[in-house]
């Protein structure tokens, strides 16, 4: 198979469910590093920071660079940061969303008439939902961090942002700006800091519809592991399909 410069690996299904390392993209990844190449971890989990994702890669044995972590939470406080310099900022969100958006120079309060994200929430309320239609309503520009309707975990698939996100859109009537995966502004930011073309490139995971899409939407190469959301029976399935599909990265040699 090819060999690429820029390995871009999902988290959540590919390298870890949860708590429990996917040990086979664990050795992979050890394999990269003895040929001197770092992976980038690419991820929509906006509620984690990336010093939180080091940490959590640590104990699975991973040693990985903060400048290779790639969080939709940090992709989209710099694409407000690009698109909207100096506008205030109200949020839904975790500690990875609140402290990216912090460390992109972002203004955030209560309410907000310029831009409103939303980031996964896991001490969701109805008046923090009340609050972001009511934003939004009031000419907010709506992004959220990613689409992802559920997610992994150890317990199996639990709501992701995606689903309270489609909760706003239906109150309000009113479309969202995605960064996470399927769209490709993580894949662009790391083709644009590292300087990579996009045959160097090639993007991992276990979702079709997010990690494999935000690859060929790309335009870049993609392996769709068996290992979390979408099996290889239903990869195979699709119009567009994975460069490869194996059942785990022991299988790609």
């Not at 044995?61 to 972590?69: D, E, L, M, T, W």
């Not at 955030?108 to 980031?119: L, R």
């Not at 996964?120 to 934003?135: F, N, P, T």
């Amino acid at each position: 198979m090819k060999t690429y410069k820029a390995y871009c690996i999902d988290l959540d299904g590919t390298l870890y469910r949860g708590s429990e390392p996917i040990h086979e993209t664990v050795q992979f990844v050890h394999q990269l590093q003895d040929q001197g190449i770092e992976p980038f971890y690419v991820t929509n989990n906006a509620s984690q920071t990336p010093d939180q994702v080091l940490s959590k890669l640590s104990g699975f044995g991973v040693q990985a660079k903060r400048s290779h972590i790639m969080t939709s939470a940090l992709a989209a406080a710099k694409y407000i940061r690009m698109h909207y310099p100096g506008k205030t900022v109200s949020m839904i969100g975790e500690r990875g969303l609140r402290e990216a958006l912090l460390e992109n120079e972002m203004e955030i309060v209560e309410e907000a008439s310029d831009v409103f994200v939303m980031g996964i929430d896991r001490g969701i309320s109805y008046e923090k939902m009340a609050q972001a239609c009511l934003d939004v309503r009031r000419g907010a520009v709506f992004i959220s961090t990613n689409s992802d309707r559920a997610f992994p975990n150890e317990r199996g698939l639990m709501p992701g942002n995606g689903a309270w996100t489609a909760v706003v859109q239906t109150s309000t009537g009113v479309e969202p700006i995605y960064i996470g995966k399927p769209e490709g502004h993580m894949l662009n930011l790391i083709q644009m800091e590292h300087g990579f073309t996009k045959e160097e490139m090639v993007m991992i995971g276990d979702n079709y519809d997010t990690d494999i899409l935000a690859g060929i939407q790309f335009g870049i190469d993609t392996i769709h592991v068996n290992t979390g959301v979408t099996t290889t029976a239903q990869a195979l399935e699709k119009l567009h399909q994975p460069t490869y599909c194996i059942e785990n990265l022991i299988c790609f040699k």
